[in-house]
């Protein structure tokens, strides 16, 4: 059973029991599970699965023949579309699942296939019922571009199902040899996708899977990051150029303008672009009355293991090839990885508190979630119900202790941002000082977590 998907798969379902025939677009980026959660769907229904390559028109019919081929299916050399959908239509008299995986390599060169499709759906299959999946891991195409492309056939489908990144909670089941630490360091690299989970081997340490997975050249991680950015867009050293700049801390428009040269209406339609592949992201604060306190305009690197990789190994090529990979580890990566798992622990955070709120177990029902990006300071998380009450959330890993100084610098961000407090969540790693632990104490709104208690 797979981890994580039994919403996605119970989603399926129901598409799967409805009568006549369905068809539905099932997306997400590369390595989030689909295939993984298609194979699982399958398992026990009569089902076809296609992959379709980037090739011409002629060359897809061409592999489509083969494919029925192989399954013992006589056809053309070329079949035409309709041809396929008749073989497809063969045997079985129970509901088939038919799956066209990276369905956007038919659709770009063919953009009249899903009418073929529907028509035939309607016309020809003899009363027969299926659930047609087209599959893509081109995001930005199926959200932007893929309904001009087909046209009125877009009236045609059934919905729409878009696989998210697990939880970092499905993260700890899958690296259950793990310390939560460890977990969140993991975390921080992969991020939620559990296709990059299985390139790293949970019998061996963080730092032997980085180095094993990510520094070597034999890697199954190594190009992985580069092929986000060089299978989806062209002029690809412009793109690693400014992913560079945001990774050295470049977030404003104005900063990249300056660090990379290109002017700043180039950088915006690459910025645009990153966007559409859910790369880069636009940083937005919480709307308060201390909005002049607030900074704005900031874009971040909202892929993990993109980000990794343009903050860790981007530009240190020639150091990544005069060391041994556990020199380039000790001197390039240990040094900041503290920091940088920091940096998405208010990802966990935020969770839990999601979590705990769907459960009825906060101090009130929030309805709203963001952050406070200050010009003195931040506030990770900021939630709210509609009658203004607000629970502030500080989060930090990367130090080995958090102290009431902390406690008292968030509390003046707080004031900057005219943000009143009725509770007060603070996150550490390991511990907390006594004068906060005994405030934790003393105070019925404010309360103290560890990493290993959420």
Request: aromatic letters at 14%; glycine letters at 6%; proline letters at 2%.
């Amino acid at each position: 059973m797979i981890i994580g998907r039994n919403s996605e798969l119970n989603q399926l379902e129901t598409y799967y029991e409805r009568d006549n025939s369905q068809i539905i677009v099932v997306y997400g980026q590369k390595y989030i599970g689909k295939t993984s959660l298609i194979r699982e769907f399958i398992q026990d229904k009569p089902s076809y699965y296609y992959l379709a390559e980037a090739c011409s028109e002629r060359e897809q019919k061409y592999r489509l023949g083969s494919y029925l081929a192989e399954l013992g299916i006589k056809s053309l050399k070329f079949p035409e579309f309709e041809q396929v959908f008749e073989c497809f239509s063969l045997k079985h008299t129970q509901k088939k699942v038919i799956v066209f995986d990276e369905f956007q390599n038919i659709i770009k060169n063919c953009p009249y296939f899903l009418g073929k499709l529907t028509s035939f759906i309607h016309s020809k299959w003899n009363n027969q019922q299926y659930l047609v999946i087209l599959m893509s891991s081109s995001v930005g195409f199926v959200e932007n571009s893929m309904v001009e492309k087909i046209g009125d056939a877009a009236f045609e489908l059934s919905g729409f199902i878009k696989l998210k990144e697990l939880s970092f909670d499905a993260l700890r089941e899958h690296f259950c040899l793990y310390t939560n630490d460890d977990c969140a360091t993991v975390y921080s690299i992969l991020g939620g996708v559990p296709g990059l989970w299985e390139m790293f081997d949970i019998k061996l340490s963080v730092q032997e899977n980085i180095i094993r997975s990510i520094l070597s050249p034999s890697g199954n991680l190594r190009y992985v990051a580069q092929g986000f950015v060089n299978d989806e867009l062209r002029e690809t050293n412009v793109y690693n150029t400014i992913l560079g700049s945001i990774a050295l801390g470049k977030h404003k428009l104005n900063d990249l303008y300056e660090h990379t040269g290109f002017s700043r209406a180039k950088i915006s339609v690459y910025l645009k672009n990153l966007s559409e592949l859910e790369l880069v992201g636009k940083v937005f604060s919480v709307d308060t009355e201390g909005h002049d306190n607030s900074q704005k305009g900031l874009y971040d690197i909202t892929n993990n293991f993109v980000d990794f990789y343009y903050s860790f190994i981007f530009g240190k090529g020639s150091l990544l090839e005069s060391l041994s990979k556990e020199e380039f580890f000790k001197f390039h990566v240990s040094p900041g990885l503290k920091q940088y798992t920091g940096k998405y622990y208010k990802k966990i955070c935020l969770e839990y508190i999601q979590k705990q709120n769907s459960k009825n177990k906060l101090p009130f029902k929030a309805e709203h979630f963001g952050e406070w990006i200050g010009k003195q300071g931040n506030i990770d998380i900021v939630a709210t119900d509609d009658n203004g009450k607000t629970l502030l959330a500080l989060c930090v890993l990367d130090k080995p202790m958090v102290t009431y100084d902390d406690y008292e610098w968030m509390m003046f961000v707080a004031k900057k941002a005219c943000l009143y407090a009725d509770y007060i969540y603070l996150f550490a790693g390991t511990r907390f000082d006594e004068k906060l632990s005994l405030e934790g104490k003393i105070r019925s709104n404010l309360k103290l977590f560890l990493l290993d208690n959420i």
